[in-house]
Structure formats: C-alpha cells, structure tokens
C-alpha cells in the first residue's frame, strides 16, 4: 500500500481503513502495545487530516499508536515496511502497487528478519518479542476454575482481579443533607431567608436524607482445605478493599486475624506477602465457630455499625463445635445488613452443601454464592451493586 502526496481524499475509503486495521495489527504482532483507545482515536483522527499526504498520516500514527519512546525506531521501520514509497520514474503511465508481504501466502518472512537487515550501526538495540502466534481467550480464562490454572493464567487472573472496579451499595442515613428534590423543608435556610427579606420567606429551601455507602466487612478462611484458594482470596480482598471505602478484611483457621492494614499497600504482590506473613496458622485447622465468636466479641461492634455487609469465604469445614457455630452465625446475622457466603466448591456441578459445619450456617446465610473462577467474581459485583435497590 503506498500513500501518495499527490492525492486527497476527504474521508478515508473503506479499502484505505482496512488497510490501516491490517497496519495496527502489524505493530501489534511486533510487540507494540496498542489498545482498543489509541486505535479508535486513530481512526477517528483520519477524518480531520489529509489522508493523501504521508507526512501527516505518519506524525498521526506515531502521536497516537505510540506510546513510549524506544518503539520509536520499531515503528518508523513497520510504517515504511507496510506502506511503501513509491519509486520515482519518468514514466507518465502509473504502476500498480506492491503486493504487500502480509498478501504473500507462500512466503512471509518475518518482520523482525526484515529489521535486522535494515538496522543501522548506530541503532538502538531493542527487545522485540512475537506475538503473533500468541492467544487469550477471556471468555475461557473467566469460566476456568482456578485449581486448574495453570501458573501463567494465575498470573494474568492477578491483573483482572486487581484491576477489578467494584461499586459500592448504599443506604440512606438519618442526616439530611440540602437537596433541590428533597422531600422534607430545610427550616433552617427558610429561616434565614425570611430574616433577610423582613420576615417573609421569599424561597423554600429542601433537604433528604443523606446517601452513603454500607460498610463491607469481608472474613476468609485460610485453613489447610482451602489453601488452594487462599492467595487468590487475598487478591480479591485487595482489589475491594482499593475499590470502597469502609473495607475490613480478616482472615481464620485456628484463630482470627485482621489484615486490614497490611491490604492498604498499594502493591498487590507487597500487599499479599505482608498479609499472609501476619497470619501464623496459615494452612493449618479450621474453627470457624470459635473465628467468629472472637469477631463478635472484639470487633463486631466496631465494624457492623451503619448496617454492613459480610461476607465469609470458606468451604464449611468445621472440626470444633458445631453448636457453637450456629450461635454465632445467628448472632453475626442479625448484627449486620446482609451475610453472603462465598464457597469455592460450589463451582462443581454435584456440589450439596451436606458438610457439617456448612449445613449448619446455611439457615443463616443470606445469599449462598460461589467463589471458584472469574465469573463468579463478576456475578458476585453485579450481585452487590443490586443490593442498594
């Protein structure tokens, strides 16, 4: 494809857009990093240019599709690569373009070769590293259970969940706040108002409740039967926890530990390690009942005011008293708004819930959900977002 400087089109055909997309998805192939936004604002920029002048297809492509300065050199070398000069010749007839290698099927050197061949002495060396045979499929990834990952998919799990957006669920409060559409007078501003203009309210001032966001306290079980679970669970407190304010997270398996602090860390990986060298029974037995008799002697009264969710993540493997158990589950579920238990094995298809400790906190449980792959994540935001309504 070559651009010539002679011709002018006002809007780019749709032969010249293809082109371009087959343009992006070479840079792309090359190791460049173009998202989906530099490629929409690429394309929405050829209608305000003159796509018949090379030089300002050029500096247009290299403001928006490039984004550090070492890709400079790479760039520059796929631009003139794909869209080729034209030679000049005293030849009035015009020559046909071209073929470029992407249409060759037989043969399709690759782009780093044709670099190296090109490269100058004094050219910077630049890792480049091919991505053409590489493919992520998320839809896949979301509904894999995370015991069957493997390493590098536990990797890029890490990136989704810490760049995870969750949105909070709100109540109303007893303060009012002023409000054109409240439904109640603000007594005071009307007040002031007739005392400004003699004694004669000349405006209405309203007010209404004040909306504000519930607390979430979240308590996870770190014991042997869920240590498969357990890193991914701190990731998911993590991203929470940098998402809504008002989060506290603990953790249990013998005995209860708040890790609130140590998730405050901006690092995910810092925050995680920290988190996890602050619990000493990690990986060890589970007391679910005894965990969260300690929570609601020490913490439930500072953390479940203002009508707060909670939300437990276990497998329900209980070896102390069950009896115990459901006191305090009873107890934990009228202090706060909504108790949601969060269950990986609930992601296997003939998954019933007949362990003993978890029969017995099922009466309690307001919302019985499962915790085992991406998609229970997403299901579990859209579920926590409705519950303002």
Same mark, same amino acid.
């Given at each position: ?5 002679? *011709? ?21 192939r090359a190791g460049l990093p173009v998202s989906s936004n530099q490629v929409m604002d690429f394309v929405q920029s050829l209608t305000l240019i *003159?796509?018949?002048?090379r030089d300002q297809v050029y500096f247009t492509a290299r403001c928006l599709l490039v984004s550090r300065y070492e890709h400079l050199v790479l ?121 400004? *203009? ?43 926890? *940098? ?15 708040? $890790? ?7 690092? $995910? ?121």
């Amino acid at each position: 494809m070559a651009l010539n400087n002679d *011709h002018y089109e006002e809007r780019p055909t749709d032969s010249f857009m293809t082109n371009m997309l087959s343009f992006i998805q070479c840079l792309r192939r090359a190791g460049l990093p173009v998202s989906s936004n530099q490629v929409m604002d690429f394309v929405q920029s050829l209608t305000l240019i *003159h796509i018949g002048q090379r030089d300002q297809v050029y500096f247009t492509a290299r403001c928006l599709l490039v984004s550090r300065y070492e890709h400079l050199v790479l760039f520059e070398t796929i631009f003139n690569a794909f869209w080729k000069i034209p030679s000049v010749s005293g030849q009035s007839a015009p020559k046909k373009a071209p073929r470029a290698s992407r249409h060759d099927k037989q043969q399709q050197p690759a782009l780093i070769t044709y670099m190296a061949s090109k490269a100058r002495p004094h050219d910077p060396e630049l890792d480049v590293f091919d991505k053409s045979a590489t493919y992520s499929d998320l839809e896949l990834l979301s509904r894999k259970d995370f015991l069957q990952m493997t390493p590098e998919e536990l990797d890029a799990v890490k990136q989704l969940i810490q760049a995870m957006r969750w949105q909070a669920c709100f109540r109303k409060s007893r303060r009012q706040v002023a409000s054109p559409t409240g439904d109640k007078l603000h007594m005071r501003r009307v007040m002031a108002s007739a005392a400004r *203009h003699g004694g004669v309210p000349l405006a209405l001032s309203w007010q209404t409740r004040k909306i504000k966001q519930r607390p979430i306290v979240l308590i996870a079980d770190i014991s042997g039967s869920m240590e498969k679970y357990s890193r991914l669970v701190l990731q998911f407190f993590f991203s929470l926890s *940098h998402s809504l304010k008002n989060v506290e997270c603990f953790v249990f398996g013998t005995r209860l530990t708040r $890790i609130s602090l140590q998730l405050k860390l901006k690092n $995910i990986d810092r925050a995680v390690n920290d988190a996890a060298s602050e619990v000493v029974d990690w990986s060890g037995g589970t007391r679910i009942g005894e965990s969260l008799s300690t929570f609601n002697r020490q913490w439930s009264r500072r953390v479940l005011r203002r009508g707060a969710i909670v939300m437990i993540v276990s497998d329900g493997w209980e070896r102390s008293d069950i009896d115990n158990l459901r006191t305090q589950m009873r107890y934990l579920q009228l202090r706060c708004y909504r108790l949601i238990w969060l269950n990986p094995l609930m992601g296997k298809t003939n998954y019933q819930p007949q362990v003993e400790g978890m029969a017995a906190a099922l009466p309690f449980i307001d919302d019985f959900l499962p915790i085992h792959n991406l998609h229970s994540l997403s299901t579990l935001a859209v579920h926590l977002s409705a519950l303002s309504s």
